[in-house]
């Protein structure tokens, strides 16, 4: 079984990488297992001392879940064995870590996500999701 990484951030592109982790499954008969990762920037230093910890924790959980709802749902009854991941930082350097931390043997992830907040997968984090693993990177448009 192949296990593969999808960084999920609710944009399109992301949402078409789950689709064609499903297409390979229903076409090529692949199996694969999915863990989908959503990462949440940290919030800076002077921010995070005027707001409650747990403001802050509530607010990454409300964002990493708006974030991999439309994936989820795509997913739940396509019968692939998947996870969820929720971290924060910095987008491709917690992409490295997870890809470090557990068995991946491939990751399919879109090229542009949302910007600001919202935003996981720019075009400049597929880029330096490229440079730093060491495992195939398969990006979706």
């Known amino acids: 079984m192949m ?3 999808i960084p999920v951030d609710g944009s399109a592109p992301a949402v078409r990488a789950v689709e064609y982790a499903l297409a390979l499954c229903a076409q090529e008969g692949l199996a694969l297992e999915l863990t989908l990762l959503n990462v ?13 910890k ?3 924790g509530e607010y990454h959980d409300e964002q990493a879940q708006a974030a991999l709802a ?4 795509k997913l739940e009854h396509s019968g692939i064995p998947y996870t969820t991941e929720f971290r924060i930082g910095h987008h491709a350097d917690e992409i490295q870590a997870l890809v470090a931390d557990q068995p991946i043997d491939a990751i399919f ?3 542009r996500g949302h910007g600001g907040v919202a935003g996981l997968l720019l075009g400049s984090v597929a880029n330096q999701v490229l440079s730093v693993v ?3 990177v398969t990006l979706i448009k």
Do not use: C, H, K, Y
Not at 42 to 52: N, Q, T, Y
Not at 70 to 73: I, N, S
């Open 3 to 5: 296990r593969v990484l």
């Open 40 to 52: 949440q920037p940290a919030l800076s230093g002077a921010v995070a001392s005027f707001i409650d």
């Open 54 to 56: 747990s403001v802050i």
């Open 70 to 73: 439309e994936a989820l749902a």
């Open 109 to 111: 992830m879109g090229t």
């Open 134 to 136: 060491d495992v195939p």
